[in-house]
């Protein structure tokens, strides 16, 4: 598949068993929930830029997604291939969130490629049909702002990928 090109068929890979879909990042929205739609599936997005590319829709933090606190169990990015900044491959294989130690997902995701930038995806796809989980409304800060500390890591991370 060549850049920019949008047969989503040709560049992904639907697992039903594990409702998830493997994609490269250069495939726009539009074309990835179409191909899903096709299958039965959806990524259940209801507001979204259907010519942006899932790259960087990823990158920019996925707006239009799911509330991710409305089933912490549940995430959109079960894994990615990126291409860090300093020419090495940051490869996180699709696995359940909380069996992987560290998420490195966040270092990418909503980044806007800070660090890295996304080849490929597994995005977690629903069923058109399927119900999903009902919770309680988070009442916090959903965004608090970084600690001193935080920026402070961002940085070195940052300085480190450049050197």
Not at 61 to 76: I, N, V
């Amino acid at each position: 598949m060549t850049a920019g090109s949008n047969d989503a068929r040709a560049s992904m890979i639907i697992d039903r068993t594990s409702l998830l879909v493997e994609i490269a990042a250069v495939v726009t929205l539009g074309a990835c929930e179409d191909a899903l739609r096709a299958a039965g599936l959806t990524l259940d997005v209801p507001t979204v830029d259907r010519g942006a590319s899932v790259g960087s829709w990823l990158a920019s933090g996925a707006r239009g997604a799911r509330d991710p606190w409305s089933d912490p169990a549940d995430h959109l990015v079960a894994g990615l291939e990126a291409t860090m900044n300093d020419g090495s491959t940051l490869s996180i294989r699709p696995t359940p969130r909380r069996a992987v130690g560290p998420d490195l997902i966040a270092l990418v995701v909503g980044m806007a490629d800070r660090f890295a930038r996304i080849e490929r995806a597994w995005l977690r796809v629903h069923s058109l049909n399927g119900d999903r989980a009902r919770v309680h409304p988070l009442v916090a800060d959903r965004n608090p702002p970084l600690s001193e500390g935080e920026s402070r890591l961002l940085v070195e991370i940052e300085r480190a990928l450049r050197a």
